[in-house]
């Protein structure tokens, strides 16, 4: 499987890099490939999501140089931004012998682990999908499949601006606090050593060793 490590990047240009690597692997022209990043600040509001969950104006979102976007990937609506971790694997979910509800699961765990690995002990909630530390969440995911390669992913909290998320009713739970990394731990932290953790648990959890690629290096 390949990883695609990329600096911060505008939403737009991901997506339509997601659209792009989703064709290619269903063509096979591509294997199985997870993309590491972090966006500009952006919110986004899945298929089924209530746009009554931005909380802020348009005035304020202006304010703050956050863009919206309603996207194809199931959950409702999501802050992103500097300082979270933001994973997106793209790939053939028959052949690693997954349904969809098992990989979201795989997701989870794979954070955790993550999250254990910096002395974070974290837990998924029975009917939610999500990672959270304590009664905080931590970490949202939302997937789309499409002939059988799913795209999008999930976003984990090292170092963002929490202030971020009371723009919004996070993944339309309104009892929810968001927390993160830097939080919990109370010191600062880079994304870099959690990309590295990330990477790892990845590869044990999905049982796939991985190797990192560049954009030039892509069939597309």
Same mark, same amino acid.
């Given at each position: 499987?390949?990883?695609?490590?990329?600096?911060?990047?505008?939403?737009? $240009?991901?997506?339509?890099?997601?659209?792009?690597?989703?064709?290619?692997?269903?063509?096979?022209?591509?294997d199985?490939? /997870?993309?590491?990043?972090?966006?500009?600040? !952006?919110?986004? *509001?899945?298929?089924?999501?209530?746009?009554?969950?931005?909380?802020? %104006?348009?005035?304020?979102?202006q304010?703050? #140089?956050?863009? !919206?976007?309603?996207?194809? $990937?199931?959950?409702? *609506?999501?802050?992103?931004?500097? +300082?979270?971790?933001? +994973?997106?694997?793209? /790939?053939?979910?028959?052949?690693?012998?997954?349904?969809? #509800?098992d990989?979201?699961?795989?997701?989870?765990?794979?954070?955790?682990?993550?999250? %254990?690995?910096?002395?974070?002990?974290?837990?998924?909630?029975? +009917?939610?999908?999500? @990672?959270?530390?304590?009664?905080?969440?931590?970490?949202?995911?939302?997937?789309? !499949?499409? $002939?059988?390669?799913?795209?999008?992913? &999930?976003?984990?909290? @090292?170092?963002?601006?929490?202030?971020? &998320?009371? /723009?919004?009713?996070?993944c339309?739970?309104?009892? *929810?606090? @968001?927390? %993160?990394?830097?939080?919990?731990?109370?010191?600062?932290? #880079?994304?870099?050593? @959690?990309?590295?953790?990330?990477?790892?648990? &990845? +590869?044990? *959890?999905?049982?796939?060793?991985?190797?990192?690629? #560049?954009?030039?290096?892509?069939?597309?």
């Open positions: 499987m390949l990883v695609l490590n990329l600096g911060m990047e505008p939403y737009d $240009r991901i997506w339509e890099l997601q659209h792009r690597l989703v064709k290619a692997r269903q063509e096979n022209r591509v199985d490939i /997870l993309l590491l990043l972090e966006h500009e600040a !952006v919110i986004t *509001v899945g298929r089924g999501g209530d746009p009554s969950h931005i909380l802020a %104006s348009a005035h304020q979102l304010k703050a #140089s956050i863009q !919206v976007y309603r996207i194809e $990937r199931g959950g409702d *609506v999501t802050y992103h931004g500097p +300082g979270q971790l933001v +994973g997106y694997p793209i /790939l053939y979910l028959e052949a690693h012998r997954l349904g969809i #509800s990989y979201m699961h795989a997701l989870e765990r794979i954070l955790i682990r993550t999250l %254990s690995d910096f002395g974070l002990a974290a837990h998924r909630r029975s +009917g939610i999908i999500g @990672v959270w530390v304590g009664e905080h969440k931590i970490a949202a995911l939302g997937a789309r !499949v499409q $002939r059988g390669v799913t795209y999008h992913g &999930f976003a984990l909290n @090292v170092a963002p601006n929490l202030a971020h &998320f009371e /723009l919004i009713v996070p339309g739970l309104t009892d *929810v606090q @968001v927390t %993160s990394m830097e939080q919990e731990l109370g010191r600062p932290i #880079s994304t870099q050593p @959690v990309r590295e953790r990330l990477m790892w648990h &990845f +590869g044990q *959890v999905l049982a796939v060793p991985l190797q990192e690629t #560049s954009l030039t290096e892509l069939p597309l």
